[in-house]
Nanobody, 116 residues
Framework: QVQLVESGGGLVQPGGSLRLSCAAS????????MNWYRQALGKERLWVAS????????HYTDSVKGRFTISRDNAKNTVVLQLNSLIPEDTAVYFC?????????WGQGTQITVSS
């Protein structure tokens, strides 16, 4: 079955950096666009970034452009989100997701807290 396991969250000061990883299994990873979403406490889950199956095309929500970078390693079935210049508004649970044949699969999420 499809499994997505995020790691790398934590507490970081404003201006700091974190690197999130998502380990995928149970499907042909190299064939699917991978996505990161985030959900702040009491808010809806919002799309953050996507990467094409071959890694050549990436897209970001406006609020993270220039600060976050999504990448993938198809040999390791891993998608990474590098977060730089973090601000308190980036505080949220971050989720990895994939859409396969009309069904969206989610990881359990990893918490990022940006605070001094």
């Amino acid at each position: 079955q499809v499994q997505l396991v995020e790691s790398g969250g934590g507490l970081v000061q404003p201006g700091g950096s974190l690197r999130l990883s998502c380990a995928a299994s149970g499907f042909r990873f190299s064939l699917y666009t991978m996505n990161w979403y985030r959900q702040a406490l009491g808010k809806e889950r919002l799309w953050v970034a996507s990467i094409s199956p071959d890694g050549r095309s990436t897209h970001y929500t406006d609020s993270v452009k220039g600060r976050f970078t999504i990448s993938r390693d198809n040999a390791k079935n891993t998608v990474v989100l590098q977060l730089n210049s973090l601000i308190p508004e980036d505080t949220a649970v971050y989720f990895c997701s994939v859409l396969i044949f009309g069904s969206t699969f989610w990881g359990q999420g990893t918490q990022i807290t940006v605070s001094s």
